[in-house]
């Protein structure tokens, strides 16, 4: 099992950026893909962004691709989540999660941080 600590969230003016940082508290296993969900009010958990172990393939929700950028460090055992020309429909709490898998699906995932907040005015 792998502890995650999400940072980095906040409140953002509409078409305003954020960075979402996820830190775990044990060096990522090689076949630990990493993935980056939300819950916004009123509506169920999605999928947003995953990227794969050790890195260079991921997979974003649809539409997130051109906005959103995931990223990971394995050195410093870090997942980063780059928002961009954020609406106020992105305001949910963003969660990061780790699946003992290598493929960036959006599914299967069982190592869950408490989460950060993610608030976009309009």
């Known amino acids: 099992q792998v502890q995650l600590v999400e940072s980095g969230g906040g409140t953002v003016q509409a078409g305003g950026s954020l960075t979402l940082s996820c830190a775990a508290s044990r060096r990522a296993l090689p076949s630990y893909a990493m993935g980056w969900f939300r819950q916004a009010p009123g509506k169920e958990r999605e999928f947003v962004a995953a990227v794969s172990w050790p890195g260079g393939s991921t997979n974003y929700r649809s539409g997130a691709k051109e906005r959103f950028t995931i990223s990971r460090d394995n050195v410093k055992n870090t997942v980063t989540l780059q928002l961009d020309r954020l609406t106020p429909e992105d305001t949910a709490v963003y969660y990061c999660?780790?699946?003992?898998?290598?493929?960036?699906?959006?599914?299967?995932?069982?190592?869950w941080g408490q989460g950060t907040q993610v608030t976009v005015s309009s």
């Open positions: 999660a780790a699946r003992r898998e290598i493929s960036p699906t959006s599914t299967g995932y069982v190592d």
